[in-house]
């Protein structure tokens, strides 16, 4: 019989390790790709956030005009979820994905060589459709392949991921400007859909059996909405995040207008200042992955709106003072970093609400959450560049609509 010293590692031992460290590098590999998928949103959205004003002055468009292009794009994003959801909880989640992700490479392309504002407008509504596949079959293969408090951790490590890319969009955009004109910036992002669209086909695997895909057609995906719609606590959880979804994108669409036209930084330094309130979201978000499994997401719901209500306050309460930037930068940074709170909580909360169906209740989740930029985002356009108002208006009031909706819906059940 033989004998192993104390410290020795066996051959079968080794394979052990070696296994486990080739299980943990897939599954780190396969997070980054679904959080890479995930960010479809911000990344469509706030690379080209610093060159909107060149793009409005280069297709002699009006600021409302030009901020059409990103509510196009929320529009593409918000209801081809719709389509993608259920199609993958019928379909499969990889089919689907990759047509999706070949769709956003060449509608990106096809927005490099856009001649009006108008045509941009479609080809960025199209990109959004497309790029809403990535964001509703992503959180579809985390209800398949993870349950419990796994859902939430992974969830916020999703927003992590989508928190790290409106970080490195805005900062990539505005180098950019520096080389080549917001043409170039749909350039990469075609590059960036083509290497997912790579990594989709090369590195994910089907995690939908056969056998529990949804049957019956059109008449199942209604009855699957129905019974989501009739849900309070779901209902609840996707009105708060169309309320503060409509927040976010007041700020996305308004502050590059507010930053550079009416204070008069450069589009760099707009950059640096959208990368720093990124960061804030990037670190809530892991405060939520540690809290989860000790803190309720109903909780930490809460406490996210919590936050978030009075900090929204504080901005129209500093544009009203004109307290300037050192009145307004504080205030968006404690508004826009609290997401990382509510978001991943909203989601986990909801989706929980459906296993069985997690395609359809991700499409729901995440129509509503784009809607409310849908219509907030050309709102923020309507008083033109001079002042900074309307987009004040619409983050206080909606994030305090999210705390009353979350209290009346979720908190009361």
């Given at each position: 019989?033989?004998?192993?010293s104390?410290?020795?590692?066996?051959?079968?031992?080794?394979s052990?390790i070696?296994?486990?460290?080739?299980?943990?590098?897939?599954?780190?590999s396969?997070?980054?790709?679904?959080?890479?998928?995930?960010?479809?949103?911000?990344?469509?959205?706030?690379?080209?956030?610093?060159?909107?004003?060149?793009?409005?002055h280069?297709?002699?468009?009006?600021?409302?005009?030009?901020?059409?292009?990103?509510?196009?794009?929320?529009?593409?994003l918000?209801?081809?979820?719709?389509?993608?959801?259920?199609?993958?909880?019928?379909?499969?989640?990889?089919?689907?994905?990759?047509?999706?992700?070949?769709?956003?490479?060449?509608?990106?392309?096809?927005?490099?060589?856009?001649p009006?504002?108008?045509?941009?407008?479609?080809?960025?509504?199209?990109?959004?459709?497309?790029?809403?596949?990535?964001?509703?079959?992503?959180?579809?293969?985390?209800?398949?392949?993870?349950?419990?408090?796994?859902?939430?951790?992974?969830?916020?490590?999703?927003?992590?991921?989508?928190?790290?890319?409106?970080?490195?969009?805005?900062?990539?955009?505005?180098?950019?400007?520096?080389?080549?004109?917001?043409?170039?910036?749909?350039?990469?992002l075609?590059?960036?859909?083509?290497?997912?669209?790579?990594g989709?086909a090369?590195?994910?695997?089907?995690?939908?059996?056969?056998?529990?895909?949804?049957?019956?057609?059109?008449r199942?995906?209604?009855?699957?909405?129905?019974?989501?719609?009739?849900?309070?606590?779901?209902?609840?959880?996707?009105?708060?995040?169309?309320l503060?979804g409509?927040?976010?994108?007041?700020?996305?669409?308004?502050?590059?207008?507010?930053?550079?036209?009416?204070?008069?930084?450069?589009?760099?330094?707009?950059?640096?200042?959208f990368?720093?309130?990124?960061?804030?979201?990037?670190?809530?978000?892991?405060i939520?992955?540690?809290?989860?499994?000790?803190?309720?997401?109903?909780?930490?719901?809460?406490?996210?709106?919590?936050?978030?209500?009075?900090?929204?306050?504080?901005?129209l309460?500093?544009?009203?003072?004109?307290?300037?930037?050192?009145?307004?930068?504080?205030?968006?940074?404690?508004?826009?970093?609290?997401?990382?709170?509510?978001?991943?909580?909203?989601?986990?909360?909801?989706?929980?609400?459906?296993?069985?169906?997690?395609?359809?209740?991700?499409?729901?989740?995440?129509?509503?959450?784009?809607?409310g930029?849908?219509?907030?985002?050309?709102?923020?356009?309507?008083?033109?560049?001079?002042?900074?108002?309307?987009?004040?208006l619409?983050?206080?009031?909606?994030?305090?609509?999210?705390?009353?909706?979350?209290?009346?819906?979720?908190?009361?059940?």
């Amino acid at each position: 019989m033989s004998e192993t010293s104390p410290g020795s590692t066996t051959s079968a031992d080794a394979s052990v390790i070696q296994s486990s460290s080739s299980e943990r590098w897939r599954r780190a590999s396969r997070v980054t790709l679904l959080g890479a998928l995930s960010a479809f949103g911000p990344l469509s959205i706030d690379m080209y956030l610093p060159s909107l004003p060149a793009l409005s002055h280069d297709l002699s468009a009006s600021a409302s005009a030009a901020q059409l292009t990103l509510s196009a794009c929320l529009l593409g994003l918000a209801f081809g979820q719709i389509v993608a959801g259920p199609l993958s909880d019928a379909l499969g989640r990889r089919g689907p994905l990759l047509v999706g992700m070949a769709m956003y490479a060449l509608s990106s392309f096809l927005c490099t060589i856009a001649p009006s504002v108008y045509l941009l407008v479609f080809l960025r509504l199209l990109q959004g459709i497309a790029g809403a596949a990535g964001i509703a079959i992503a959180r579809a293969i985390v209800r398949d392949l993870y349950t419990g408090v796994a859902v939430a951790r992974v969830f916020s490590l999703l927003v992590l991921i989508s928190g790290i890319a409106p970080i490195l969009a805005p900062l990539l955009g505005g180098f950019l400007l520096r080389f080549t004109s917001w043409r170039g910036v749909f350039i990469v992002l075609a590059l960036v859909g083509a290497v997912l669209f790579l990594g989709v086909a090369f590195g994910l695997d089907e995690t939908l059996p056969v056998s529990q895909r949804q049957r019956g057609g059109l008449r199942a995906i209604v009855t699957v909405f129905s019974a989501l719609l009739g849900d309070r606590v779901f209902v609840g959880c996707a009105l708060s995040l169309g309320l503060v979804g409509a927040a976010l994108f007041a700020y996305i669409s308004g502050s590059p207008f507010v930053v550079q036209d009416i204070y008069g930084l450069s589009p760099q330094v707009f950059s640096l200042i959208f990368g720093a309130n990124s960061l804030g979201i990037a670190i809530a978000s892991q405060i939520n992955g540690r809290l989860a499994g000790r803190v309720s997401a109903r909780h930490l719901l809460c406490a996210g709106l919590a936050i978030m209500a009075p900090a929204g306050l504080a901005v129209l309460l500093a544009v009203l003072t004109h307290s300037g930037l050192p009145g307004l930068l504080p205030a968006l940074f404690v508004t826009i970093a609290s997401l990382g709170i509510v978001f991943p909580s909203a989601i986990t909360l909801g989706m929980n609400r459906s296993p069985s169906a997690a395609g359809s209740a991700s499409a729901l989740l995440g129509v509503l959450q784009f809607s409310g930029g849908v219509i907030s985002a050309p709102l923020v356009g309507v008083a033109g560049t001079s002042t900074a108002l309307p987009m004040a208006l619409i983050i206080a009031v909606s994030a305090a609509g999210a705390l009353l909706v979350f209290i009346v819906l979720v908190r009361g059940e």
